[in-house]
């Protein structure tokens, strides 16, 4: 499971952390991401972490937000930077997890419950 937390409100150009935390599994956490969906919006890809820490970014919060991680504590981070009202929605973190059963691998995806984040002008 996914616990998701950080959101509020806060006045444009400002900034909030948004953390992600996977509780215990036998699966092992490949890649993670940050999703989310505004007003009236279909959900959007915000950045990612990849198993070897490689990160990837939307065009429009390239430069403001930072995705990062804790293996150790199996979280992953959103840093967000000079908010913007369109930045406003619900977040989602998001992580790819892998585990051998019966000798099988097998991958699995997996949701947090979303962190409303209001970004006031």
């Known amino acids: 499971q996914l616990q998701a937390s950080g959101g509020g409100l806060v006045q444009a150009g400002g900034s909030l952390r948004l953390s992600c935390a996977a509780s215990?599994?036998?699966?092992?956490?490949?890649?993670m991401a940050w999703y989310r969906q505004g007003p009236g919006k279909e959900r959007e890809l915000v950045a990612t972490?990849?198993?070897?820490?490689?990160?990837s970014y939307a065009d429009s919060v390239k430069g403001r937000f930072t995705i990062s991680r804790d293996i150790a504590k199996s979280t992953v981070y959103l840093q967000m930077n000079s908010l913007k009202p369109e930045d406003a929605g619900i977040y989602y973190c998001?992580?790819?997890?892998?585990?051998?059963?019966?000798?099988?691998?097998?991958?699995?995806?997996?949701w947090g419950q979303g962190t409303l984040v209001t970004v006031s002008s």
């Open positions: 972490i990849g198993g070897g820490a490689g990160t």
């Open positions: 998001y992580v790819k997890g892998r585990a051998v059963i019966l000798g099988s691998i097998q991958d699995r995806d997996f």
């Open positions: 215990r599994s036998t699966f092992s956490l490949l890649n």
